[in-house]
């Protein structure tokens, strides 16, 4: 993978990384494949739906940090070969780091998300909504899944669901639940 922090799609090369103010999430952005054109400034995206999700406190991201990957579907595949047994693309893979938090001021690192750049186009396209909202609420369900929340019973999906739905809603994006199922691989 190449670190492309502030130079894949829709960041430039010129720019320096953004300092992180204390507290918050912070999310480095690695390029590695697909076509993420269809999203205007895809960093900026990110960085705004993660940003978005440190701020609930309930979300457990506050002062963390992660890595999201855009990658492409034949990537993903493989992952989800290897990781989960299913040889076949989806839109979001979340790897969290588990272990003990670090004892000094430093972010901790929680894990790995692995974006699918056809499986989201094409997904936000069916669901007839934006790429950027749809990329946006994946970043942030993956974001959960790192932070520890997951989908495994329907208690925790419907605590997972609200949560995102009230994230989402501060970045103006509809509640993607009221109607669309989400089918994260996340």
Known sequence: MNDASDSCPGG???????PRPAGQISVDIIENGGDWTAIPDTVAAIRDAAAAAARF??????GVEAAVA?????????LNASYRGKPSPTNVLSFPVRGAPSANAEPDFVGDIILAAETVMREAEQLG????HHLQHLVIHALL????FDHDSEASALR?????TRILAT?????????????AGA
């Open 160 to 164: 997972m669901e609200e949560l995102e």
């Open 129 to 132: 909504i934006p790429p950027r």
């Open 171 to 183: 970045l103006a994006i509809p509640d993607p639940y009221s109607g669309a199922v989400l089918q």
């Open 12 to 18: 430039t090369d010129s720019e320096p990384p953004q």
């Open 70 to 78: 855009l990658s492409d579907d034949a990537a993903v595949t493989k």
């Open 57 to 62: 406190p309930e979300s457990g991201l506050l």
């Open 145 to 148: 899944h790192l932070s520890g």
